[in-house]
């Protein structure tokens, strides 16, 4: 089932929509390989160093590109997410559509209100997230890269390959799609017998109530079309992939 911004988007980016939802898994060749990339990008993140946070991604972006046969990609990292009412940038993909000139993916790696550092596993879906626009445009050759279900389905299989090796504290992908399935009875217990008002009460001005966080959903987006070509246009959801596209012309 496509999601609900499907019927607003051309006939063009329709069938782009429908081809990208039908591709899940990127097999990554030699993943084990660059799980000691992921460690230090983990450590320098936990640091607060930004020069070395960006050359730890830099490096696994590489690496990424070399095992997936995709054209080089420049990663700077920045300081302080940007944000307004639609909520926080958390990453940016950019095409300068020059001959010579890779793309560019732009991540913060501190909160925006309170400057912290970004959570790993965040920061790290959120570099995935950028590489997969990257991997549309120039592995897959789809002319435009939507948000749609297989994406995200993508993002994760990158994510699991490199995070879950079923190691020490880490969740293995079958256990964690076991804990989802379990996830609608356990919220429902949590929730009996809680009224509605209680729901939807907020407990500060600066913070969701439950109903509010839960409605929210990673695929929520403040521009009605999630197209790159889409120009001047925020991108914005609540959830760790929160990301602009400039796509190549």
């Not at 607003?8 to 060749?29: C, E, M, N, W």
């Not at 907020?202 to 109903?211: F, L, M, T, V």
């Not at 001047?232 to 929160?242: D, E, L």
Request: charged share 20%; with cysteine; proline share 7%.
């Amino acid at each position: 089932m496509p999601f609900a911004y499907f019927e607003r988007l051309s006939r063009r980016q329709q069938g782009i929509y429908l081809r990208s939802d039908k591709i899940t898994a990127v097999p990554l060749p030699g993943a084990g390989a660059l799980r000691p990339l992921v460690v230090e990008l983990g450590a320098t993140l936990e640091s607060g160093d930004r020069a070395l946070t960006e050359s730890a991604c830099q490096l696994l972006a590489n690496g990424l590109g070399r095992a997936l046969g995709l054209p080089p990609v420049r990663v700077t990292v920045l300081a302080a997410r940007p944000h307004a009412k639609w909520g926080e940038l958390h990453g940016l993909y950019e095409s300068t559509g020059k001959p010579g000139r890779p793309p560019t993916i732009t991540l913060w790696m501190r909160t925006a209100q309170q400057k912290r550092v970004v959570a790993f596993r965040t920061f790290l879906r959120t570099l995935l997230h950028e590489m997969g626009h990257h991997l549309d445009y120039t592995l897959l050759r789809l002319g435009d890269s939507l948000h749609t279900q297989g994406f995200y389905q993508r993002e994760s299989h990158l994510f699991h390959q490199l995070v879950t090796d079923g190691g020490p504290g880490m969740a293995t992908l079958d256990e964690q799609l076991a804990r989802m399935e379990r996830t609608v009875n356990d919220f429902a217990a949590v929730v009996k017998n809680v009224s509605d008002a209680q729901l939807t009460k907020r407990p500060d001005p600066k913070n969701w109530s439950a109903k509010e966080v839960v409605c929210f959903s990673p695929w929520t987006t403040r521009s009605s079309c999630p197209s790159s070509r889409t120009a001047g246009r925020w991108n914005a959801s609540i959830s760790a992939t929160t990301s602009r596209r400039r796509s190549p012309p």
